[in-house]
Structure formats: C-alpha cells, structure tokens
C-alpha cells in the first residue's frame, strides 16, 4: 500500500487582480504606467492556456526530431462584475458624462496583468503577463428566482503576447512565503517591471540572463 501525501502544490483560491497600462514595447525596451490599477476584491477565477506550434520530422519512417516554439497564449479572467473606469482601462472605450460609450473606432490598449493563486501549504504561486491585451465579453446577469440567488459575474479574455523588448510572455514564481517573501510578493504587485528580487522586465535579455 503506497502513502500518498498532500505536497500543497495544488491551487485552492485565487486572488489579487492587478493591471498596469502598457506605455511601449520596442526592442531596446518596455515600460508601463506607474499607477497600478487594482481589481480590489473582484477576482473570482484566472485561467491561462499557452499558445504553441508543433513539428515532427520524420527519417526512414521513423519519428527523429520533435519542435515546439511558444508563443504567448490566451488569459481567461472572471470578475465580480466591472467598476467605473474598467471598460476605459481595459478595451480604451471613452466616458461621457459618467457613461462608458463603446465605439467601433475603440483601440484596445495592451496592460500588464498579474494575480495570485494559494496553496493548502500557505504559500503562494505568482504570475505575471507583461503584454495582453483583453477583449470584451460581457456580463453574466441572471433573475432571481424565488429564494434562490445568483450572482452576476463578468469574464474579460485576453491573449498574451511575447514582449518585443526580450521576447518573454509570462513570469511565474511558486511557492512563495506570505512571511518570508513579503517583499517580494509587494513588489510584485506594485511594480510592473518587477520580477522578484532585483530582477526586472527591461533588464533582461532574451536568453533570460541579466
């Protein structure tokens, strides 16, 4: 009979939404609003799915080589429901007089989008997006029915894309200690280009060295 144990890798809540607007992107390197945008209580799920190409080569008959490029992938993200400022920050609609005005001539602006997931350990796992762009997708509103209640949620789609300052598309740090690495996780959170540590976006290289 084997034992089995609980290692706490596995994820059990999500939280900690945060998003900064994107200033440039270009070879010589990438920067960002410095006000973070925080989605205070808002997150509800987070799902991230990369995006990859694949070749065989084949010699004889026989299967020699497998290829496989990355390259950036889709970010599906649900929310409590959208706040003032939301639709403006995410999918560049304007506000007329309090109202968000959706228009086909709209230029949906990239953000840099991080969150957090916990763990059964009390550790948490932190990721990181630095080029996305979202896509609307509208708001899940449902009648209440007699006693039973069901709330409304709003799910923003995005794809993720490789920086084109270093070629990165996502940053994940696991297993990080809320006591231990209080410093790094607020970094994180409060500073786009911050990676963990002294580490940043614009300073590294394509080969991930510093």
């Known amino acids: 009979m084997s034992n089995q144990t609980n290692n706490g890798k596995s994820s059990i809540n999500v939280k ?6 994107m200033k440039s992107d270009t070879d010589e390197g990438t920067t960002y609003d410095t006000e973070v945008r925080e989605f205070l209580h808002q997150l509800n799920s987070a799902r991230y ?51 968000s005005v959706s228009n086909s001539g709209d230029i ?5 989008a991080a969150y957090a997931t ?10 990181k997006f630095p080029k996305v762009k979202f896509m609307p997708q509208g708001e899940d509103s449902r009648q209440r029915e007699g006693s039973t209640v069901n709330y409304g949620t709003a799910n923003i789609k995005g794809t ?14 696991l297993a990080v200690d809320p ?3 209080k410093e790094i996780i607020e970094k994180w959170f409060t500073e786009a280009n911050n990676i963990g540590g ?8 394509k080969t991930g060295e510093e």
């Open 16 to 21: 900690r939404l945060v998003m900064w607007g």
């Open 49 to 99: 799915v990369p995006k990859v190409q694949t070749a065989e080569q084949y010699g004889d008959g026989v299967k020699v080589e497998d290829y496989v490029a990355k390259d950036g992938g889709e970010l599906d993200i649900v929310i409590r429901g959208f706040t003032d400022g939301d639709n403006e920050f995410l999918f560049g609609e304007t506000s007329k007089n309090g109202t």
């Open 108 to 112: 949906v602006p990239y953000v840099c």
């Open 118 to 127: 916990a763990r059964p350990d009390g550790k948490l796992n932190l990721f």
């Open 160 to 173: 993720y894309s490789p920086l084109l300052s270093n070629g990165d598309d996502c940053y994940k740090r």
């Open 179 to 181: 006591k231990t690495d």
């Open 198 to 205: 002294s580490a940043s976006i614009v300073s590294l290289n």
